[in-house]
T-cell receptor
Framework: KQEVTQIPAALSVPEGENLVLNCSFT??????LQWFRQDPGKGLTSLLL?????REQTSGRLNASLDKSSGRSTLYIAASQPGDSATYLC????????????FGAGTILRVKS | NAGVTQTPKFRVLKTGQSMTLLCAQD?????MYWYRQDPGMGLRLIHY???????AKGEVPDGYNVSRLKKQNFLLGLESAAPSQTSVYFC????????????FGDGTRLSIL
């Protein structure tokens, strides 16, 4: 069964710091991997989607990388801001299991001003 | 910019009661999904629909039923609520298959006493 693990579970950093969030998955037969942001009491917002054939995607201060062979992805946030405080979830789309999304439990990020 | 709208936002039920959660999307998406999110766990897929009049089971379908009578609406029903169904329920939709980015509603917080 595919498992998606996110480390750390929570992270607190001072404003301006660069940071890395980690996601690992046990089954490398994925179609793509997505990073989502979830604000308290809100739904999920898709940040970046990396196809299995890609190595990375960038959007503004965010950069996500994918290493399928090792089952790992990282989300890099440059020059963090208090507005970046949220829960970040990664999810993989599996080629089997009916092509559904499997989510990690998320990393709670707090950026202190 | 309504996107995906979930009704209600909060609800408290007694064990054994029934209720229906409504999800409406105005983006003409074919695919719609119901997830539940529990503390310390990622989102888990309950049921999904690949088009009007179709439904399919996800990872945790027991105790839930769904209907997709209109393309824009996806209903999630609890026939006899149990405390184990206390959770935050999210609806999502996508233009095409699981490979396409999913757009999420803000969630329904459901407590079963």
């Amino acid at each position: 069964k595919q498992e998606v693990t996110q480390i750390p579970a929570a992270l607190s950093v001072p404003e301006g710091e660069n940071l890395v969030l980690n996601c690992s998955f046990t089954d490398s037969a994925i179609y793509n991997l997505q990073w989502f942001r979830q604000d308290p009491g809100k739904g999920l917002t898709s940040l970046l989607l990396i196809q299995s054939s890609q190595r990375e995607q960038t959007s503004g201060r965010l950069n996500a990388s994918l290493d399928k062979s090792s089952g790992r992805s990282t989300l890099y946030i440059a020059a963090s801001q208090p507005g970046d405080s949220a829960t970040y979830l990664c999810a993989v789309t599996l080629l089997k299991y009916g092509n559904k999304l499997v989510f990690g439990a998320g990393t709670i990020l707090r950026v202190k001003s | 910019n309504a996107g995906v709208t979930q009704t209600p936002k909060f609800r408290v039920l007694k064990t054994g009661q029934s209720m229906t959660l409504l999800c409406a999307q105005d983006m003409n998406h074919e695919y719609m999904y119901w997830y539940r999110q529990d503390p310390g766990m990622g989102l888990r897929l309950i049921h999904y629909s690949v088009g009007e009049g179709t439904t399919a089971k996800g990872e945790v379908p027991d105790g839930y039923n769904v209907s997709r009578l209109k393309k824009q609406n996806f209903l999630l029903g609890l026939e006899s609520a149990a405390p184990s169904q206390t959770s935050v329920y999210f609806c999502a939709s996508s233009y095409g298959s699981f490979y396409q980015p999913q757009h999420f509603g803000d969630g329904t917080r459901l407590s079963i006493l």
